[in-house]
């Protein structure tokens, strides 16, 4: 009984994921296409160690110590279900981020993880701008979806890694202090 009701709860996430991959290739356009590529590297692994590199330079000590912390749980976590579940690409993505070609899964999305704990961060932080960086956040996002490099279902469970991770990050560092 528990087997069937957890098949057709993965069965309905599919076909929320192919109705929505359908959808966005049906209302891609040129400019929408060319904005969201430029944005998306924002969430790749090197745009993260610039983050914590800035946040270091900067000497925002607590946004520094949050997001590599957060960042380093985010990345095991994201490599370990990528390399337990792993689910194929949509078909036919748009763009395929510098380093794609030692990924070969989809879920989840690191890139929505990692820009979910730099948004987690700037809300932390009284010196990093909330909500410059929750738009951005967003953005990479969605353009993980957009070009076709992740369903809707890894984006919305990298975002739920990124808070999660955040919120272990934050528990951890005020136990050690």
């Known amino acids: 009984m528990r087997a069937q009701i957890l098949a057709e709860f993965f069965d309905l996430l599919v076909r929320i994921d192919t109705a929505t991959m359908d959808a966005i290739v049906a209302a891609r356009t040129p400019l929408m296409t060319k904005v969201l590529t430029s944005v998306t590297g924002l969430g790749s692994a ?18 520094f ?34 380093g794609a070609e030692t990924v070969s899964t989809s879920f989840p999305s690191g890139h929505a993880a990692a820009v979910t704990v730099y948004a987690m961060t700037a809300r932390k932080s009284d010196a990093l701008p ?6 951005l956040a967003t953005l990479v996002a969605i353009s993980r979806i957009y070009l076709g490099t992740h369903y809707l279902t890894d984006t919305v469970v990298g975002v739920g890694i990124g808070v999660a991770a955040f919120l272990l990050s934050a528990w951890l560092l005020d136990r050690a202090s």
Do not use: K, N
């Not at 985010?74 to 763009?95: E, K, N, S, Y």
């Open 46 to 63: 090197t745009a993260a160690l610039c983050f914590v590199g800035v946040c270091y330079l900067a000497d925002w000590d607590e946004a």
């Open 65 to 98: 110590r949050h997001s590599l912390v957060a960042l380093s749980i985010t990345g095991v976590i994201v490599g370990t279900l990528m390399l337990t579940v792993q689910r194929p690409f949509p078909a036919d993505p748009v763009c395929l981020t510098d």
């Open 130 to 135: 909330f909500g410059a960086v929750v738009v």
